[in-house]
């Protein structure tokens, strides 16, 4: 079966660090462009960070930007994400993302996860 | 950054009718857009790429159009299923992605 399952979140105190796991099933996670993607209690979806095939190219959004790092473990097929000096304004539920049916070198997320909650408050 | 603007907000509809959820971008994001559903404590499912083909599996109740700035989906029927917050994404321009705020489609 063809899926993405996240895992590491939980309530950890602002300043603090988590890391969450991406872990495919049913296809070879290494294929493809791999997001994150948050949403906050009853908001709407913000595009966290965006790692590439190969690891060629690693992109964040602003608010993260020097604290959040995505990475691979091929062999695992699993995406990784590093949150460090985490803050009350990052808490929300996390999902990971696979692109899928791209044009023009641009893609559209196609599987997604169910979502990991990361709460952070003291 | 290109910002998503979507409306309504909120939109109320009986079973069987018709919705039109309209989004638009600050700059043109070509045919690079996509529509997602997304029901309570669920992940986003993919419905529409390339501004109007359906993903698989997608029931063709569903349609959309546009290019440019201005983007449609549309609804033909709506079903109890239906019932869900879409969210309107462009992948044209990157860093950032850019999300519509959503529309929540609710029982009238």
């Known amino acids: 079966q063809v899926q993405l399952v996240e895992s590491g979140g939980g309530v950890v105190q602002p300043g603090g660090s988590l890391r969450l796991t991406c872990a495919a099933s049913?296809?070879?996670?290494?294929?493809?462009?791999m997001h994150w993607v948050r949403q906050a209690p009853g908001k709407g979806l913000e595009w966290v960070s965006f790692i590439q095939i190969e690891e060629l190219a690693t992109l964040y959004a602003d608010s993260v930007r020097g604290r959040f790092t995505v990475s691979r473990d091929k062999s695992k097929n699993t995406v990784y994400l590093q949150m460090d000096s985490l803050k009350s304004e990052d808490t929300a539920k996390y999902f990971c993302a696979k692109e899928g049916y791209c044009g023009d070198g641009s893609c559209p997320l196609h599987l997604w996860g169910e979502g990991v909650l990361v709460t952070v408050s003291s | 950054e290109i910002v998503m603007t979507q409306s309504p907000a909120t939109l109320s509809v009986s079973p069987g009718e018709r919705a039109t959820l309209s989004c638009r971008a600050s700059q043109s994001v070509s045919t690079n857009l996509a529509w997602y559903q997304q029901k309570p404590g669920q992940a986003p499912r993919l419905l529409i790429y390339g501004a109007s083909t359906r993903a698989p599996g997608i029931p063709a109740r569903f349609s959309a159009s546009g290019s440019g700035t201005d983007f449609t989906l549309t609804i033909s029927s709506l079903q109890s299923e239906d019932f869900a917050v879409y969210y309107c994404h462009q992948y044209k321009k990157w860093p950032p992605w850019t999300f519509g705020q959503g529309t929540k489609v609710e029982i009238k």
């Open positions: 049913g296809f070879n996670l290494n294929d493809y462009g």
